[in-house]
Every structure is written in C-alpha cells, then in structure tokens.
C-alpha cells in the first residue's frame, strides 16, 4: 500500500513537473517575441493575454510579465485598461519599481501632474539605473519646471552615470528646457523702430526675470552708411522700413535675400526679429539687446 501511495505521488509530482515546464517554455517563447518586438508593431495585448499562460508570472530577470501587457495597452492610448496590470506588477515584484513608473504614465495621461510626480521620483530612487524611469523622472520636472528636484536627481548618480553621455545629455537638455519656459517673450510696448535706433552693436539676448543672458555667437553691428556686419565680420548692406528689416547683398543692394518682420520694446531695450529661417524646417524668433 506505502508503495502504491509513493507511486501516486511520484506521478503526480512528474505530472505537474511537466505541466510546469511546457507552461515555462511556452511563456519563454512568447517573451522571446517581446523582446523582439521593440517597436511594439509585431504584437499586441490581445496575442499576449491569449498566448501568456498565468505561471510564471515573472521573467528570469525578476521583471512582472504583466508589465508587458500595460505596456502594449498604453501604446494603444487603453490606459484604464492597464492600470489593472500596473498593480499586478507591484505586487508581483514591488522591489523594483516598475510598477510607479507605469503609475507616473498614467498620471499623466490623466493629467494628474503632483501624482505623476511623487511615482516617478519613487521609481527613479528606488531603481535610478533604469533609464526609463530617469527619463520619465524629468519628463514630470519639465512640466512642473523644477530645475532643484532636477539637479538633486542628477547628484544622487553614481558617478559612472553621471558620466554617461546618455544620462548627462539628458540632464543639461532638461535644465536648459526649464530655463528657457521663463524666457520672456511678450512684450506689451512693442513698436516700430526708428531708423537712428538701429544703428549700433546689438548682441542675441534671453530676458528672464531680473536676469540677461547674452549669446555672443550671434552679433549685428549696424552702420550709418547702411552697411551691416555680423559676429565674422562679414559684410551686408540692410534696409530699415517700417515694420521689416532687409539683409542685401553686398554686391546688389537692390536685391534682399533676407527679409523679416521687426518690432522694439522700449521698457526692455529689445530689438526682436520674428520668423528668422533656420533650416528647411525651422525658423524662430530672435532677440537683441544693444551694447554700444
């Protein structure tokens, strides 16, 4: 009897033995997929929610499966829908965070900005290698241009991250996004320029609140002989109408090749030129600050 009741038990162990490992190597299969799949094109919640069977529910490298699932259910924009597996992923492995960091997304997509911010900053402190949760981190301290919380996330690094150009080009982008959202660029007494106005040295210029930074890498000097020179020396001829400033060709004054609307504000000393051309796809508003 002892012996027919080991046997039982040895194929019931063999059994589910088996069932285990055909449920493991199918969800290896399927992960196989997903990783693959890096542009998210391939598959689709619907193929893993079919093809994933319920064990394991966690990868080799600790990370929850259902973390895939809200994944594909917010690049389809489903985002009630995953907020479901956002928290099977915590409880599955609330160790490293992954779960906060698909909370902050959902926040906001919802436009919940102060919940954003306290999930991404628990996922980016509790897991700061992970460069998505950096990422994310200051994605939220963009919109709330927080330039402290941005330089203490980027100090608490270790040093070999803060080294990598991945990490720190992110950083000096980031803070100099927040910085320049206090750029002013509504001016209530803009006016037309007087000719005699123009003619001097004019340096790029950002007005912040009591605060201007000058870019000496874009310098006009303008002459009353109409000759115009620019940060190389090089020389122009410019025509002042009304409301627009031509650049002419040296050569062929009759002929502009560059031509933009102006305006002046007198309260902030600021020469502005709308709509500069930058490239086949750019073009922005500069402004100038006389030095002499």
């Known amino acids: 009897m002892l012996n027919k009741n080991f046997f039982i038990l040895g194929l019931l162990i063999t059994v589910f033995s088996t069932i285990i490992n055909s449920l493991s190597l199918k969800s290896h299969r399927v992960q196989t997929l997903i990783v693959q799949d890096s542009d998210y094109k391939s598959l689709s919640f619907e193929y893993l929610d079919k093809e994933l069977p319920l064990i394991p529910n966690i990868t080799t490298s600790a990370m929850p499966l259902s973390v ?42 919802d436009g919940k900005i102060d919940s954003a911010f306290i999930n991404s900053k628990k996922a980016f402190y509790g897991w700061p290698k992970n460069i998505q949760h950096y990422n994310n981190y200051f994605d939220v301290l963009e919109i709330k241009r927080d330039t402290t919380s941005l330089i ?37 007494d803009l006016t037309f320029m007087p ?32 000759k115009l020179f620019d940060v190389d020396s090089t020389e122009y001829r410019f025509k002042l109408s009304k409301d627009s400033l031509s650049f002419l060709f040296k050569n062929n004054p009759s002929k502009s090749f560059f031509n933009v609307p102006i305006r002046y504000s007198p309260s902030y000393k600021t020469f502005i ?7 086949n796809q750019n073009n922005q508003t500069q402004y100038f600050r006389k030095v002499n």
Not at 97 to 104: D, I, L, P, Q, R
Not at 168 to 187: A, C, D, P, V
Not at 220 to 226: A, H, L, V
């Open 68 to 109: 895939y699932k809200a994944n594909y259910l917010f690049r389809a924009k489903r985002v009630s829908e995953a907020k479901v597996f956002i928290e099977d992923a915590i409880n599955v492995n609330p160790h490293i965070y992954v779960g906060e960091y698909f909370k902050s997304i959902s926040n906001l997509y």
């Open 152 to 188: 203490e996330a980027f100090n608490f690094l270790s040093t070999s991250l803060k080294k990598n150009p991945t990490y720190f080009e992110r950083f000096y982008k980031s803070f100099n996004k927040i910085k320049l959202s206090y750029l002013i660029t509504k001016y209530e």
């Open 195 to 226: 000719k005699d106005s123009i003619y001097g040295t004019w340096v790029r210029a950002y007005n912040f609140p009591n605060q201007v930074v000058y870019d000496s890498t874009l310098i006009y000097q303008f002459k009353k002989n109409d």
């Open 273 to 279: 030129l709308y709509n500069v051309w930058i490239d």
